[in-house]
């Protein structure tokens, strides 16, 4: 268990629609970051957030927007949703600072229908 | 530039085998991980190199920090079915950015 949780674990959802992904990251960690894996792929990496604050942005769509609240847990918002978009979603935490290891979430599965 | 470079891209091996994977990059890295990823769930963090020519090990996996801080390695030595699973390097270009390789798919026949 890697102290990072995401939820919901499965979401079926149709085109067109708007979700909202869940992360807590681990306690004391202030970065958060996104991740997109289709299937079979390695991990695109999205955004980060540190502290409350957007950090570095990858390839993420115009459709796709996240946040990180005071509280530090973490939302990934996906709008309009297209077939393409089903895959895995994971969350990642580190401290932040100087020490970058990131430990991931067990992921969100998204099935656009 | 900033990329790595993951091989192989898979695996198949018979158990009790030894492994080895790589990654390799044109830039340099302050960090080094590597991560394995089973069906269905996250990476797992297995092993952590923060500086050039360290060594460390964990269990039956060890790896490497390359001397020039451009490349890294992980071998498993006598391979089980459990470590089935996808095997990521990510590498840190500089605080908090870290890249992914594209992984190696590790398959073990009994």
């Not at chain 2, 964990?58 to 391979?79: E, M």
Request: charged content about 20%; glycine content about 10%; some cysteine.
């Amino acid at each position: 268990d890697s102290g990072v949780t995401q939820t919901p674990k499965h979401l079926i959802t149709a085109t067109g629609q708007r979700v909202t992904l869940r992360c807590s990251p681990r306690s004391g960690d202030l970065s958060v970051y996104w991740y997109q894996q289709s299937l079979d792929q390695g991990l695109q990496f999205l955004i980060q957030y540190y502290n409350g604050e957007e950090r570095a942005k990858g390839n993420i769509l115009e459709r796709f927007s996240a946040q990180q609240f005071p509280d530090l847990h973490s939302e990934l918002n996906l709008s309009s949703l297209e077939l393409g978009d089903s895959a895995l979603y994971f969350c990642a935490s580190s401290p932040g600072g100087r020490e970058g290891t990131q430990y991931f979430g067990p992921g969100t599965r998204l099935l656009v229908l | 530039g900033q990329q790595l470079n993951q091989s192989p891209q898979s695996m198949f091996i018979q158990e009790g085998e030894d492994v080895s994977m790589n990654c390799t990059s044109s830039s340099i890295f302050n960090t080094w991980l590597w991560y394995k990823q089973e069906p269905g769930e996250g990476p797992v963090l297995l092993i952590a190199l923060y500086k050039a020519g360290e060594l460390t090990s964990n269990g039956r996996l060890t790896a490497q920090f390359g001397i020039t801080r451009k490349d890294s390695f992980l071998n498993i030595s006598a391979s089980i079915p459990s470590d089935v699973g996808i095997y990521f390097c990510a590498g840190e270009v500089r605080d908090n950015d870290m890249r992914f390789g594209a992984g190696t798919r590790l398959t073990v026949k009994p």
